[in-house]
């Protein structure tokens, strides 16, 4: 059985007294729900005051994005040991850092390869965009971004591995996927390919989470899909009400 992980990804949003508040907001409510893995991700001047906040609690910290390099002459950037010091997670690849910072499959692999490194936890965000959905584009362009982007990891870390679908068209539109769709994407398009790179063991063992537009109304619907193993929340994860019981549809 894959726990599940619900995973917040607050993208550019809270300052460190801002993040001080969502914490307190969250913390006995998202503590309590041990039935899921729970995951925040705030911008990376917060990581150091949510990592003290979230000592002792069973809730995960993890970064949006890290450099593959170690260290060295790259303005701006933060190498996996940094994120390393407060995480256990990282996100990659996510759909607006392809978007608007130049970020591809082969990026996206060099990250994931220094997360293997690193130690880290990769959550590897793939999805395609209203046009390529409406073309029938789907299976294509997703089997393409996981061989692309996941080739080349040890056959022990690829169990670690979490996957995100996010569909470029459900992301803060309010309109998400239906859960249907969803699990169609995760149990016959990536399901399969993680079977093809990784093995039949391995694939089982990856989770697959669902992201766009998810909320407290609608968590339960994709939680209820046999290959949908958690969920990434933007929007919703800066509203504590909301995170919380999303948390608390996948624990059930
Ligand atoms: P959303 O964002 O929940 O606001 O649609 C999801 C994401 O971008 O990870």
């Known amino acids: 059985m894959r726990k599940k992980l619900v995973a917040g990804n607050w993208k550019m949003n809270k300052n460190v007294v801002e993040t001080r508040e969502l914490l307190s907001a969250l913390a006995s409510g ?3 729900v041990g039935g899921a893995e ?5 911008p990376f001047t917060s990581l150091f005051v949510a990592a003290e906040a ?3 609690t069973g809730i995960g910290l993890g970064a949006q994005n890290m450099h593959w390099e170690e260290k060295g002459a790259f303005t701006g950037e933060i190498s996996p040991s940094m994120v390393k010091e407060f995480c256990a997670y990282v996100i990659l690849g996510h759909s607006e850092r392809r978007m608007y910072f130049g ?3 082969e990026t996206v692999n060099k990250k994931l390869l220094a997360a293997q490194k690193a130690d880290l936890t990769p959550v590897v965000c793939v ?3 209203l046009a390529q959905y409406e073309a029938g584009e789907t299976r294509q362009v997703v089997v393409e971004q996981i061989r692309a982007g996941l080739q080349g990891v040890a056959p022990e870390f690829a169990p670690r591995i979490v996957v995100a679908y996010e569909p470029i068209w459900a992301i803060g539109t309010g309109k998400a996927s239906s859960a249907e769709n969803a699990q169609a994407v995760h149990g016959e398009m990536i399901r399969p390919t993680l079977s093809e790179l990784f093995g039949e063991e391995a694939a089982q063992a990856i989770r ?3 992201g766009g537009s998810v909320n ?3 968590a339960a619907d994709f939680f209820a899909q046999p290959d949908i193993d958690g969920a990434l929340v933007g929007g919703a994860s800066l509203k504590a009400d909301e995170f919380i019981a999303i948390a608390k549809a996948a624990a059930e």
Request: net charge negative.
């Open 208 to 210: 697959i989470l669902y």
């Open 216 to 218: 407290a109304a609608n």
């Open 54 to 56: 979230l000592t002792g």
């Open 30 to 32: 998202l503590d309590s």
């Open 38 to 42: 729970r995951a925040l991700c705030p």
């Open 127 to 129: 999805g395609e965009t």
């Open 103 to 105: 970020e591809t499959d």
